[in-house]
């Protein structure tokens, strides 16, 4: 049968109180803020400390993982030149190998490691506490206006394989069933309507995914900034 839709996440930041506190002064995510972190270089060029030494951005690779895919297609609305892909690419400190790795190591590291970085939200909801071990007070989970969702589904591909189709098919029903919906939901993913994850991220504008098209376009200007 048709894909079964079993889950969603949006893409979000994590910042740490403090720096977050000097970017967003409001207490929201803004790009043309981020924007002119990521221009300036320095955290003493926006007022702050100069012992906070460089604006460091977390991304995960894009030429790897699909989170970072996303911040480049959020990053080039409204249509972004040239020279802003190339101070993007040098804000980026340590493209990590997965978006998992990213939040594990923004956590590890701290501050110093990290200023700022760009995750999935239920990632960023199941390691809260985590991060709040770490770090007094923990990360700060903070939603961009508009965001783009992730949305997960169940299907069963036909075609040589072990097992029987209908077990396949009473899995991905099972998926999408209030018992795997839980668990999903204690994970901090959203349902398939939407509902779970944050309170910051319920009535955010969701875009849709750039196209396979627009993708290559976007890594392509990556690489490109990279020349």
């Known amino acids: 049968g048709p894909p079964i839709p079993v889950a969603r996440t949006l893409l979000v930041a994590v910042a740490w109180p403090e720096r977050s506190d000097r970017l967003f002064p409001d207490g929201r995510f803004s790009w043309s803020r981020l924007r002119q972190a990521v221009r300036a270089g320095r955290w003493q060029a926006?007022?702050?400390?100069?012992?906070?030494g460089s604006f460091k951005l977390r991304l995960?690779?894009?030429?790897?993982?699909?989170?970072?895919?996303?911040?480049?297609?959020?990053?080039?609305?409204?249509?972004?030149?040239?020279?802003?892909?190339?101070?993007?690419?040098?804000?980026v400190y340590r493209p990590a190998r997965s978006t998992d790795l990213l939040l594990r190591e923004f956590i590890s590291g701290g501050p110093n490691e990290g200023d700022l970085a760009f995750v999935y939200e239920a990632g960023a909801v199941r390691r809260a506490e985590q991060a709040r071990q770490r770090w007094p007070g923990g990360y700060r989970l903070l939603v961009s206006e508009p965001s783009i969702a992730v949305r997960q589904a169940a299907a069963v591909l036909r075609g040589p394989a072990a097992g029987r189709e209908a077990d396949g098919e009473r899995f991905a029903r099972f998926l999408a069933g209030p018992e795997a919906q839980a668990v999903l939901r204690q994970e901090g993913f959203r349902d398939a309507a939407g509902r779970g994850g944050s309170a910051v991220g319920d009535?955010?504008?969701?875009?849709?995914?750039?196209?396979?098209a627009q993708r290559e376009e976007l890594l392509r200007r990556w690489q490109q900034a990279g020349d």
């Open 60 to 91: 995960s690779d894009p030429l790897r993982s699909n989170s970072a895919q996303l911040v480049l297609a959020l990053w080039s609305r409204p249509p972004s030149d040239d020279p802003e892909f190339r101070a993007l690419r040098r804000a």
């Open 46 to 52: 926006l007022g702050a400390p100069a012992d906070w």
């Open 203 to 212: 009535r955010v504008r969701q875009l849709p995914a750039p196209t396979a």
